[in-house]
């Protein structure tokens, strides 16, 4: 009879794993569902392991597509595991809740899976008070003992922050059903205006701590440990991606709601719970925030950083029924919050600062973030409060206010950029006449085809934003432009935009590059070099990135095919090749070589060409025309054209 027992279990546990490997996800999500339940105690502490393995993709499986499976697109996957994993009544939170019942339920977690900072206390044998929740803390063996609540919350952070190879996050994270996971579990263990899940002595996760200890406490503290204290150390740096730093910001902006929205029930346990989870919210929060703003590099990526900051310094913004901003009438309610986050608002924006000062102010979104701050930190309630507080208190506190000294190098420097912008564009460009005469007709009609977007107009916005960030720094900080160091433009200092090397090539040095991608070099550089692939170029704000990439594939199992004649056309100066010419680019110093040159099919990408294509097709249908015999006409137009340049440039 032992045997036939033994027997059983294992030909349940061969069936259960089977179900791990069944697609479609609906399928595999209601096979679970009816066998969860069924499992007993044993069976089911050695499968959820496993289980979660298989969920969040860590046993050499792409696991459930949680990062990528979107509502739209994936519905029946996405309803069924979003009710599978769901806190309120979904077969896993079932499950788990079996598995607290069982004393002996105990799952082990490894060390080298939390943030360096806790490892390196562990290691150090100081335990952290966050993790004297858990069964036990083996420090020889490197691992936690947790109950099945914990290793789950344990296992759900954790992908975010490590996810296993191949997944990719999409572009919009908004109906991605982690995403949507994160809002679930925030909503139900820290609801807002609600009162707190309590589980109360019955629920037996109060086994291992205090009374007063919640299942909400738990994961908060989890999610602010695993999430909130990435930060490194001397040995171990720490770098997030954007799109760990927009769901983080997702943490910062619910927990505001969930500590600043008042509750309908006020007792003293939901009190006692929320002012233990608005201390460490707040301590790991500015932890966080200073360290990657001193260790984040100078990209555009930052962006979400300081997003995620601007919103942890503005709780006003997500905790009334109709938000809004900071008034002279509520200001009162919100002077304790400015306080005890002070380094927050003084130090943070001393490194913003420093930072933009050190940055390619004068690119458009550089400035955008720029006005963004100095519009939050120039009303006038939140200004006047931090000062007075700056003035009174000067401990671990940057006197971001008083002393200036970041707002000053910013402000001068803003001043210079100015004075540069607005000589480029006082510089007079040439006239549609003038650029005929001296490249011909050909020239005038390729320059309109094949040309970027003017950026005179961006230019001149660009200018208009830095003139008003200037009025705001010397409102705010009562400072002035140092004439002496923005009287002469730095770009004029620094050097030529670009030199010539022994083969006669013009290539762009590291300050014209500056501008360059600032958008503020207005030169003729057509005959610059460049030293990457041309076809690789980074995707530019008039293209379409999903046809870029496809007509780059396509263009690669082209040019093998045609090989010849694009060396025809890149060799030769005829008409004809005048009008192809820039549909073919070298990728190689070698022409000579076998696909050294490649069909350059890029400039279809261009919404310009987009626009105008759909425009011939749509006049063609209303008139009745065949596209195709439209398209004909305006080749063989350009030939001509591109003929009779040839015969005027030659006489």
Same mark, same amino acid.
């Given at each position: $009879? ?35 339940? +069924? ?5 089911? %502490? !050695? ?29 029946? /996957?996405?309803?069924?595991?979003? =009710? ?48 004297? !929740? ?19 919350? @344990? ?23 982690? +995403? ?43 999610? &602010? *440990? ?29 927990? %505001? ?5 008042? %509750? ?6 939901? *009190? ?9 919210? $707040? ?8 360290? %990657? ?56 924006? /001393? ?37 007075? #507080?700056?003035?009174?208190? +000067? ?7 008083? *002393?200036?000294? =970041? ?11 100015? @004075? ?13 006449? $003038?650029?005929?005469? =001296? ?36 409102? @705010? ?5 140092? @004439? ?50 041309? =076809? ?19 263009? #690669? ?7 010849? $004649? ?32 490649? #069909? ?10 987009? &626009? ?16 195709? #015999? ?22």
């Amino acid at each position: $009879q032992h045997y036939k027992s033994i027997t059983f279990i294992e030909t349940s546990m061969d069936n259960a794993l089977a179900i791990l490997k069944q697609e479609p996800l609906s399928v595999r999500c209601q096979n679970l569902t009816e066998l969860l339940p +069924t499992l007993p105690i044993r069976q089911l %502490h !050695m499968y959820l392991p496993q289980l979660l393995s298989n969920i969040f993709g860590y046993d050499s499986t792409p696991g459930w597509r949680l990062s990528s499976l979107h509502s739209n697109f994936h519905p029946t /996957d996405f309803k069924a595991i979003r =009710a599978f994993l769901k806190p309120n009544g979904g077969c896993l939170f079932k499950a788990l809740q079996c598995l607290e019942s069982d004393n002996s339920s105990h799952f082990l977690f490894p060390f080298n899976a939390l943030p360096p900072n806790s490892v390196a206390l562990l290691n150090d044998r100081a335990v952290p008070s966050l993790y004297r !929740m858990f069964v036990n803390v083996d420090i020889e063996s490197k691992e936690l003992s947790m109950t099945a609540y914990h290793y789950y919350f @344990m296992y759900f952070t954790y992908f975010l922050i490590h996810p296993p190879p191949g997944v990719v996050w999409p572009a919009s994270l908004a109906d991605v059903l982690y +995403t949507q996971l994160v809002e679930d579990y925030l909503h139900f263990f820290l609801p807002p205006g609600n009162s707190i899940p309590n589980f109360g002595a019955a629920h037996p996760i109060n086994r291992f701590v205090p009374n007063t200890y919640s299942l909400s406490q738990a994961f908060a503290e989890i999610m &602010f *440990e695993m999430w909130l204290n990435q930060r490194g150390n001397d040995t171990n740096k720490v770098v997030l991606s954007i799109d760990q730093v927009r769901i983080i910001r997702m943490l910062v902006k619910h927990t %505001h709601r969930f500590v600043y929205t008042p %509750h309908l029930v006020k007792d003293r346990y939901t *009190e006692d719970i929320t002012n233990y989870i608005s201390s460490s919210f $707040q301590s790991n929060t500015y932890q966080f925030l200073n360290y %990657h703003f001193a260790t984040w590099p100078l990209i555009s990526s930052f962006r979400g950083l300081l997003e995620t900051w601007l919103s942890y310094i503005q709780p006003w913004r997500y905790t009334s029924i109709v938000p809004g901003p900071l008034t002279d009438s509520n200001i009162s309610e919100w002077q304790n919050f400015i306080r005890d986050n002070l380094p927050a608002y003084c130090n943070l924006l /001393d490194r913003c600062l420093r930072r933009m000062s050190h940055s390619l102010i004068c690119s458009g979104k550089n400035v955008t973030l720029l006005s963004r701050v100095l519009k939050i930190y120039s009303a006038p309630p939140l200004l006047r409060t931090i000062c007075e #507080l700056e003035r009174g208190n +000067t401990h671990n506190i940057v006197n971001v206010f008083t *002393e200036g000294e =970041a707002a000053q190098e910013l402000l001068d420097k803003l001043s210079g950029e100015i @004075m540069h912008l607005e000589k480029q564009l006082s510089k007079s460009t040439p006239s549609v006449g $003038q650029s005929a005469a =001296a490249s011909g007709l050909f020239g005038w009609i390729s320059e309109g085809l094949w040309s970027q977007p003017d950026q005179q107009d961006a230019q001149q916005k660009t200018v208009d934003a830095l003139r008003s960030s200037v009025s705001q720094l010397q409102t @705010m900080f009562y400072i002035s432009p140092n @004439m002496e160091t923005t009287s002469t433009c730095p770009s004029e200092q620094s050097g030529p935009d670009y030199v010539t090397d022994a083969l006669y090539r013009r290539r762009l040095t590291p300050q014209g590059r500056e501008r360059m991608v600032a958008g503020t070099l207005k030169r003729d550089l057509k005959d610059v070099t460049a030293e990457c692939n041309p =076809a690789l170029r980074p995707i530019c704000s008039y293209e379409n990135p999903h046809l870029v990439r496809y007509l780059y594939k396509l263009s #690669l199992s082209l040019s093998g095919k045609v090989a010849r $004649q694009l060396r025809v056309v890149h060799g030769s100066k005829g008409p004809i090749q005048s009008v192809l010419k820039p549909l073919v680019v070298q990728v190689k110093e070698d022409v000579s070589e076998e696909g050294a040159l490649l #069909l350059n099919l890029r400039p279809v990408a261009s919404y310009r060409f987009i &626009f105008y294509s759909a425009l011939i097709f749509l006049l063609s249908y209303m008139s009745g025309i065949n596209p195709l #015999l439209i398209f004909t006409y305006l080749g063989l137009a350009l030939a001509a054209c591109a003929f009779a340049s040839s015969i005027v440039t030659s006489s």
